[in-house]
């Protein structure tokens, strides 16, 4: 392929990447400042550290999901090698795991229990 395609494609991870440190980082600084208000608006300390705690990793999970994008875009498209192949598959490995360790310190429980808290146990009808 020609030279101005993968120029592009490189030029297009890196915005991507850039894209996915500056939401996490932009994440990070809005959910402080939003704690900050709510404790001098009166809010409790330990609902708004809650609330914190949640907006600081909901911007963490979005900002890995573009750098896994990234990441894919560049294994894939630039450097289709065996060993970028495989160290893909421990980057993605890696942040998949850190995405459901996030989230269930998110939600405060496993994946597969989020129908029955969320309604209740389902009761057979009689």
């Known amino acids: ?13 890196r915005a991507i990447e850039v ?4 939401i996490i980082v932009l994440g990070i600084l809005g959910s402080s400042i939003a704690a900050l208000w709510q404790i001098l608006n009166g809010r409790p300390g330990a609902d708004a550290f809650t609330l914190y705690r ?3 990793g909901r911007a963490i999970l979005l900002g890995l999901e573009f750098l896994v994008a990234a990441d894919i875009i560049n294994t894939v498209a630039i450097e289709p090698t ?4 495989l ?4 980057i993605v490995l890696i942040r998949t795991f850190l995405s459901f360790s996030l989230e269930v310190e998110i939600e405060g429980r496993w994946p597969w229990n989020r129908h029955t808290t969320e309604s209740g146990p389902s009761r057979p009808s009689a």
Do not use: E, P, R, Y
């Open 54 to 56: 949640s907006n600081v």
């Open 87 to 90: 160290i893909l598959g421990g």
């Open 1 to 13: 392929m020609d030279d101005w395609f993968f120029s592009a494609l490189k030029l297009t991870t």
């Open 82 to 85: 065996i060993q970028s192949l």
């Open 19 to 22: 894209g996915g440190i500056a």
